[in-house]
């Protein structure tokens, strides 16, 4: 790309607004994908992707808000998956459960409102060129709303994520805090689904959460690094991007992963 | 009943190296009574705790042992509900915890040395198992006598077996100094070498509060006021 495009790309109201969803995302949603390792969600993004679409699809047949409607249905299937977190067996079996459940739910609803489907999974396709000012507020509330959970609630989090009997012992409301991280994922991600698209909230979410955990020794570290690993890779990855002239989002994919294998392999090292 | 010293305790629990501070929370200890009724816990049809009736006094120590998988460790989880009960009453210092709140306050008043340490699948340091007691100081302190506290900054996956039992060993005091009054303590020398063994055992005497120990070690067993055999989910009281 020669420097006259480059400037003029740069000036793009779209693109400022895809910098700014990139540092954002960069930032909050690391810490995100700590959460869900920590809750052994990693599937959390395939769900929320479905209820999403039900949500979307309940939007489109009752006229509501759809983006609004996925929204409050993804919140509310994070909080009916907290009574499972206590649970020995874990999270993996009620996540599956509920992804089918509200993809069959979806398809039903599209079918019997008989609106276009191609409507609703439009959705899992977002773009960072194509973000809109609403989409990036929410996404900004969110990033807040996740860091000031960090910061609140750091030590009963560490508890939390590390051992849930541990938690409990050590006086750590869990039923309550699991609720409120659940929720909070639920609607980060599927807030972020639509800046990123489906295959992109992965790598900017649970690949610096995994990064740091290949290197990180305490929770807070791993909070830590999973932030500079999101920034570093978001912003390298959109470097990247303009100046090979290739469609972002694959690029950041391959960023974030680079450097996931990288912290392996130093990881494995020490 | 055996009661020790309160001076004695503090200087077993700190040991010759005992920091001055270390005095301040272990004179405030004592015990709590723990009166179980009737209790009966379930896994589907296998019956693992099945009627228990037992009684320890405030500041009383009680050994509890039998086979493997007769009940020990599940009958400590269901005092601190983190193992349900199909029927029975434990009450802790006169109150049958039923609400979470209850609970929050039983498990306050009843550290855990736990048979099986989480080693969790996220990186937690020594150092934040032993701030989760609530009380610091004590913790380190016995994280000192026991020979961990070292290792403040090591993630608990890193450790041995033994060095793991030792760090929740420390932090299980550290609650008992957190307003602790009935310890209830799970295989504590399970994993200890010889020597750690004799130390815990001693620890474990020289607290003056409540302690319910189940154990397959004799000089832990011998160490207690009265010792109580579990077979096949009931309870019987034994001449050791
Ligand atoms: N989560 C569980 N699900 C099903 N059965 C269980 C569970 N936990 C324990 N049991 C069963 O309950 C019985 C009592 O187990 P428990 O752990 O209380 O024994 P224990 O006396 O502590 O044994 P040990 O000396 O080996 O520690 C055993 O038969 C065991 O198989
Ligand atoms: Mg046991």
Known sequence: ?270 | MFVPPVAGACAELSGESAAPALADWCAGLRGAALTIDGLSCRFGGLVAVDDVGLQVEAGEHVALVGTNGSGKSTLLRAVLGLQGRSRGRIVLDGTDARSPGEWDARRRLAPWIPQRQATGRFPLTVDELLDSSGHRAAAVGVATRLGVAALARQPLHTLSGGQLQRCFIARAFGAMANGGRLLLADEPTAALDFDGRDTVAGLLRALPASVLVATHDRAVAARCDRVLEMANGRVREVRM
């Open chain 1, 1 to 270: 790309m020669s420097a006259d495009t480059l400037a003029a790309v740069l000036g793009l109201a779209v693109v400022h607004r895809a910098i700014a969803a990139l540092l954002i995302t960069g930032v909050a949603m690391p810490v995100v994908g700590v959460f869900i390792i920590g809750l052994d969600v990693v599937t959390m993004r395939f769900a929320m992707m479905h209820v999403a679409l039900l949500g979307v699809a309940v939007g489109l047949m009752t006229g509501f808000d759809p983006t609004a409607c996925a929204v409050l249905l993804c919140a509310a299937a994070g909080a009916s998956l907290a009574p499972f977190a206590g649970r020995r067996d874990g999270l993996s079996g009620p996540m599956v459960m509920l992804m089918t459940m509200a993809i069959a739910a979806a398809l039903l609803v599209l079918s019997i409102s008989g609106v276009n489907a191609a409507g609703a999974f439009e959705l899992l396709w977002g773009s960072l060129l194509a973000v809109g000012m609403r989409e990036l507020v929410l996404v900004a509330v969110l990033a807040v709303a996740v860091l000031a959970i960090y910061l609140g609630f750091r030590r009963p989090l560490a508890l939390l994520l590390f051992d849930i009997e541990l938690a409990r012992c050590s006086g750590v409301r869990v039923e309550a805090l699991a609720t409120l991280l659940l929720v909070t994922v639920a609607v980060a991600v599927a807030a972020a689904l639509p800046l990123t698209g489906a295959l992109l909230v992965d790598a900017v979410t649970l690949l610096p959460a995994l990064s740091a955990r290949n290197l990180a020794r305490s929770f807070d570290g791993m909070v830590g690094l999973s932030m500079v690993f999101g920034l570093v890779g978001n912003s390298v990855g959109f470097v990247i991007a303009l100046l090979v002239d290739l469609p972002l989002g694959p690029i950041l994919v391959l960023t974030a992963g680079a450097i996931t294998l990288l912290t392996f392999v130093v990881g494995r090292k020490r």
